[in-house]
C-alpha cells in the first residue's frame, strides 16, 4: 500500500471514529439538562465557522463572486444548518447507536434523489440497495419508537433522517457548483451563511442557558462536538477523499454505528437489540448495494 493510500485509510478511519463519537459525547452533555440542543448547535456551527476562516488566512485564495456567495448560502442552509440541525435535535431524543446507524443511509438518498431531480436512472440493484435500506430504516425508527429504556424515540430517528435527507438534498442541487471551491473555501462561506441564521433563531436559548453551571466534562464534550466532530472531521474526510475510490469512502460510513453503538453501551445509553441487529443487515446491504453500484458506473453522470 502506497503512503498516499494508508493516509486516505487513516484519515477515513479517523473521521468516521469521531463522526461515530459524537452521538454519545452530545447525549452526555445534553443529559445534564444545562445545553439545549438549539446552542449545541450554535457551538458547533459558529464554532467550525471561525476555524475554517482562521483555516483560510492560511490556504490560497479563492476569488468568489457575489453570485457564488448567494449559492453558497443556499448551501449552507441545506448542507449545514438543516443538516446539523436536525441531527443535534434528533441525537437528543434517540439513542447514540440508532442516530449513528441512520446516517449511514446517505448514499440511498442521494441516488434516489438524483433519480427525480436529475433524471439518472437507477438500476434494478440500486433500486433493491434502496428498497432494502428503506425498509431498514423504518423497522429502526418503528422500533426505537416502542423501545423501552433505551432512550430511543421515532421522532428523533425521524428527525435524524431528516438531516441525511437535507444533506442529501445539497449534495444532488449543488454537486456541479461545489465542485468549482475547494473544501476550506466551501466550509467557511457555507457555515459562515449558517451562523447568521442560526444565531437570531436561537437567541433565546443562549440567553436562558445558566453558563457557570456547565461542568467541564461539559465544555469538553462540546468542544468536541464543535472542534473533532466538524472542523477535524471534515478535514480528514477531504484528504480521504483525495487519496481514496469513492467506494472505499462510502465503506467507512459503516465504522460510525459500530463506535456509537458500542460507546452508547458502554455509557449506558445505549442497547442493542435483535431487531435491531435485523435494520441493521437491511440497511448495511441497501447501503453496499447503492455503493457498488455508483462504482460500477461512473461514466452514466
Excluded at 26 to 47: H, L, Y
Excluded at 164 to 176: C, D, E, G, I, V
Excluded at 248 to 276: E, H, R, S, W
Aim: with cysteine; glycine share 10%; net charge positive.
Amino acid at each position: 500500500m502506497s503512503e498516499g493510500k494508508a493516509k486516505g485509510h487513516v484519515a477515513m478511519l479517523g473521521a468516521n471514529v469521531i463522526w461515530g463519537l459524537m452521538s454519545p459525547v452530545a447525549k452526555m452533555v445534553f443529559a445534564a439538562g444545562i445545553v439545549v440542543p438549539a446552542v449545541m448547535v450554535d457551538f458547533r456551527v459558529m464554532g467550525a465557522a471561525l476555524l475554517f476562516w482562521l483555516t483560510s488566512l492560511f490556504a490560497p485564495r479563492e476569488h468568489v463572486p457575489a453570485a457564488d456567495i448567494l449559492r453558497l448560502f443556499g448551501a449552507g442552509m441545506l448542507g449545514v444548518l438543516f443538516n446539523q440541525g436536525c441531527f443535534i435535535f434528533g441525537v437528543s431524543m434517540t439513542s447514540p447507536g440508532e442516530a449513528s446507524l441512520v446516517t449511514t443511509t446517505m448514499p440511498m438518498w442521494v441516488m434516489l434523489l438524483a433519480w427525480l431531480i436529475l433524471r439518472e436512472p437507477i438500476t434494478l440493484k440500486k433500486a433493491g440497495g434502496i428498497v432494502l435500506g428503506a425498509t431498514g430504516a423504518i423497522i429502526l425508527i418503528v422500533n426505537g419508537g416502542a423501545a423501552i429504556g433505551s432512550g430511543a424515540s421515532a421522532t428523533g430517528d425521524i428527525i435524524v433522517l431528516l438531516a441525511q435527507l437535507s444533506y442529501a438534498l445539497y449534495l444532488t442541487l449543488y454537486r456541479n457548483f461545489i465542485r468549482r471551491y475547494s473544501l476550506i473555501t466551501l466550509m467557511k462561506w457555507m457555515f459562515l451563511s449558517a451562523s447568521v441564521v442560526a444565531l437570531p433563531a436561537t437567541w433565546k436559548w443562549l440567553a436562558a442557558t445558566d453558563w457557570l453551571a456547565i461542568a467541564p466534562l461539559e465544555w469538553a464534550g462540546i468542544a468536541y462536538v464543535a472542534v473533532c466532530g466538524t472542523y477535524i472531521a471534515y478535514i480528514c474526510i477531504m484528504i480521504g477523499q483525495k487519496r481514496l475510490r469513492p467506494t472505499v469512502v462510502g465503506m467507512y460510513n459503516y465504522v460510525q454505528p459500530i463506535v456509537a453503538t458500542a460507546t452508547g453501551i458502554a455509557l449506558g445509553l445505549d442497547t442493542f437489540t435483535p431487531v435491531k441487529a435485523v435494520a441493521v443487515v437491511l440497511i448495511f446491504t441497501g447501503v453496499w448495494l447503492v455503493t457498488i453500484s455508483r462504482a460500477k458506473a461512473p461514466d452514466t453522470k
